[in-house]
């Protein structure tokens, strides 16, 4: 079973993407943020954008940095105008292992490509 207690930042795997150990999809890139596609893609266009600041989640990143929040919106922005979701698309936070937050590094799930059905879940 998995815990809401993040690794350690050399144990996290997106830490791994981050300093280029584990190789990805990267779509954008910015001092404070990196976006990848996701490899168990839930809609045809399924990005993740994660900061570099290693945190468990939102909710952490945001009382560690709050400006850090604010760049990972404003890449997720971007990440939407770059993959065309100008339509419409999804921003997803999954916190906590109830939610199924499988990665415990903050991180947005940016879906579109499809209509979006409500509710979610």
Known sequence: MSTDHAPSASDCLFCKIIARQIPADIVHETPT?????????????HVLVIPKEHQPNVVALGASSPQAVVELFEAVGAVARLEG?????RSVFNTGALAQQE??????????????TWPPG
Request: no cysteine; net charge positive; proline share 3%.
């Open 103 to 116: 990665v415990f590094h903050a991180h947005v799930h940016v879906l579109g490509g499809r209509a979006m």
């Open 85 to 89: 979701l100008e339509a419409g698309y």
């Open 33 to 45: 943020t990196l976006a990848f596609r996701d490899i168990k893609a839930q809609a045809p266009t």
